[in-house]
Every structure is written in C-alpha cells, then in structure tokens.
C-alpha cells in the first residue's frame, strides 16, 4: 500500500510525514476533509504536534488526498486495528511473543501461531508491524497465559526469524 502512496508526496517531505503518521496512527480523512481516529476527530494542531509539522502541512496534505481518487479511496477507508495489550498483558495474565523477522518472510504468522497452539495456549491478539512504515517490524503475539520460555528454540526454527522475545 505504502508504494501506491509514497510517491504522490515525494517531493513534499512534511507531506510525506503526515501521510504516514495518518497510515501508522490508522487515521481516515473523512469526506469533509476532517481527520478522524474511528469515529473521533482529531485536530490537525493535535496531529500537527504529533508529527512535528505545522498546521498548514496538515491541511495541505489533506487537500493532495482529496484531490486524488486513488488516494481519497484509501484514506478514507484506514480505520485503527484497536488497542494493542501487549504493554499491559502482564498485568491481565497474558504473555507476549516478540519475533523479529525478515520483511515478507511467508509463514511467519502461520508457523508461530501453529507453535503456540500446539502448547494448547489461545491467542488473544496478533499484530503485525509493516515493513514499509517500520524499520525493524515486529510480530506481536499475545497469548492468553504465558508461554514457556524454552519455545524460543522452536520459534527460532522459523525461517526468516531473527529474534524472538517472550515475556
């Protein structure tokens, strides 16, 4: 997705900051030209100061996603993927799994939840980061208890992993 879009703000280096702010924070530009967080609007000073841009590059990047079909049909259809428990999963008595890997590395996903089902442990949530937003993207995996600790080895049997976290 991030191919289809980057280029559109390339030579516009705030733009492009506030386009992937919008992309990674799962903002939508409503039809009126408004930015929302699902349903919540979110004011372009707030975004502005989140992005470290000005207002003006806020609206002016709104205005090059409106003008566009392509990117209007995408922009308003990013909805956010909810909160993620992995920072308070300890404290609800979950675990986590952490697996850094190689981008576009396939079966990651499939292979790892495979692992964690076999332990008869449910999961809970499992988030993705996208390589093209994120510099080391990471598999979060959170469980509904705590896996054992000597998964590592088998987690790191995957092809394409490169670290694997348990807490």
Not at 100 to 121: M, N, V
Not at 130 to 151: A, W, Y
Request: overall charge neutral.
């Amino acid at each position: 997705m991030w191919d289809r879009i980057k280029h559109k703000f390339e030579k516009f280096p705030a733009r492009m900051g506030v386009a992937r702010k919008i992309v990674e924070l799962g903002l939508r530009v409503g039809e009126n030209g408004k930015i929302y967080c699902g349903d919540v609007e979110v004011s372009d000073v707030a975004l502005a100061r989140g992005t470290g841009v000005d207002r003006r590059s806020i609206r002016s990047t709104v205005a090059v996603i409106m003008e566009d079909p392509e990117l209007a049909s995408i922009f308003r259809n990013i909805f956010p993927a909810g909160a993620l428990l992995k920072n308070v999963a300890s404290e609800l008595g979950f675990g986590v799994v952490e697996i850094e890997a190689q981008a576009g590395a396939p079966g990651i996903l499939a292979t790892a939840t495979q692992l964690i089902a076999q332990e008869k442990i449910s999961i809970r949530q499992a988030h993705a980061g996208d390589p093209e937003l994120e510099e080391n993207p990471k598999l979060t995996i959170i469980t509904e208890k705590p896996v054992k600790g000597e998964m590592i080895q088998e987690f790191l049997k995957i092809p394409g992993v490169k670290r694997v976290s348990i807490y």
